[in-house]
């Protein structure tokens, strides 16, 4: 069975519980929001950090081969990164920070722990911290450290070890908790709720020798999220849910292993249920998909990696008797270079330094694949990646500006002429949905 030691501890829990207090009447839990109803509230989102503790890395050799062979993240200015967003939080005091998965780069122990820390700042200043793990984050055979030219193993962590370290961020304060998985229910407040869904399946990856990409919601679990939703409607609240996987396909190519595998069955239920915005993240793009079932809508929002350009994050706002909406930020690196006297000129211009960076390792992937094809003239090849470069922007940020003029440049042309590549069809999956809005959404309250 899935997670059977948390179970297991579940129900030793429940059996604890139930000795304490053999005179209990009624199962249901207390609701105690920290916000009262009709009172606004405002959320922010971060996805897909990838936080690797300094400690783990001398940034030498392996560490640089690492960088050069990944997917464009900026794992070297990752401590200041997330610190700059830290203290965009701390001063500009939502009510809520969620982060939905992949904290950590690999799983490692010691950077959990560390984001812990940088949480429990948040925490002080007075912002409802909620977390769930992603694919990365727990019993991740992966989890590494980099000396000189070497890669060398880091510790790992365990389901329970996750809820502990984060008991601060959603564990200690869940109303509700899936016995199976590391799913909990929150109340910030009294009109909103979230439901924080691990879609994360991890249990055979140390056999595997690799963490599971897919995620998943098993029947137990469907059965408990139903639970919560009829708790919810008895409260009268709105429930936000939060997963790492994404509730749909937000790429007609790439959705093996980022799309919940139950999708199907868990967007009819959400949608039964009267659930509208989904939040996720796991494929790094800033995407919004959106599906009607029997006639209620349902948002799938993908907020792209703070760990890659521009480094962004949701900001969702909900507003008595009008709604919610969602939007993005970036974090603002630049001013936390400037108050931590930073003389990196790196920090002090990051927007242009990350765009530069993002692009560079986009054209430069790009180039490589065309030329060992071996089949395509060298100055083509050039004009071919720079094409492929834009369009990344276009699709990993979310602004469609990049594409004002893409389909008049030489490289377009040569890639539609590509008959049968893999990257034409991607580029053209980005360009057609040129003038879908991926960065802002007005979800209007039901009457």
Known sequence: ??????????????????????????????????????QPLTI??????????????????????????????QQNYITEITDAFVQDVIQKKPDVLVLSGDITNNGEKVSHEEMAKKLAKIEKAGVQTY???????????????????EQLKAKD??????????????????????????????????????????TAEYDNNKQFGAPETNGYISTQTFAWIQQCMDLAKKHGAQLITVTH??????????????????????????????????????????????????????FDVATSSMAMYPQ??????????????????????????????????????FQQYSKDYFGQFSYTKSLSELFQKGKYDPDDVEQMAKTMETANFAYFTGDKGFLKDIEKSP?????QKADGEFLTKYIDTIVKN??????????PESR
């Open 44 to 73: 922010y989102q971060a996805t897909d950090i990838h936080y690797l503790s300094n400690t783990l890395t001398d940034g030498k050799e392996a560490f640089q081969t690492y960088l050069a062979t990944g997917d464009g993240k």
């Open 245 to 298: 996987h994404n509730l749909m396909d937000h790429s007609e190519l790439l959705n093996h292993g980022f799309t919940i595998v139950q999708n199907k069955e868990a967007v009819s239920l959400f949608a039964k249920n009267d659930v509208v915005l989904n939040l996720s993240g796991h494929v790094h793009i800033q995407d919004i998909q959106k599906k009607t079932v029997d006639g209620k809508t349902i």
């Open 131 to 149: 977390v769930v793990p992603g694919n990365h984050d727990v019993l991740n055979p992966y989890a590494r450290k980099f000396k000189g030219d």
């Open 411 to 415: 490289g377009y042309a040569l890639w």
């Open 157 to 198: 962590i365990t389901a329970e070890e996750f809820a502990e370290i984060y008991h601060q961020s959603g564990y200690d304060e869940a109303v509700m908790r899936d016995d199976s998985t590391l799913s909990y229910l929150a109340t910030p407040s009294a009109d909103t709720w979230l439901l924080m869904l691990d």
């Open 434 to 443: 040129r003038d879908k809005n991926d960065v802002s959404l007005v979800i």
């Open 312 to 349: 962004q994050y949701g900001v969702i706002q909900y507003t008595p008797n009008q709604g919610l909406s969602y939007k993005t930020a970036r974090v603002d690196v630049e001013k936390y270079a400037r108050d931590t006297n930073s003389k990196d000129p790196n920090l002090l211009h």
């Open 1 to 38: 069975m899935k997670k059977a030691a948390l179970a297991c501890i579940a129900l030793l829990t429940l059996a604890l519980t139930a000795c304490a207090q053999p005179n209990a009447q009624s199962s249901e839990p207390t609701i105690d929001p920290k916000i009262p109803t009709n």
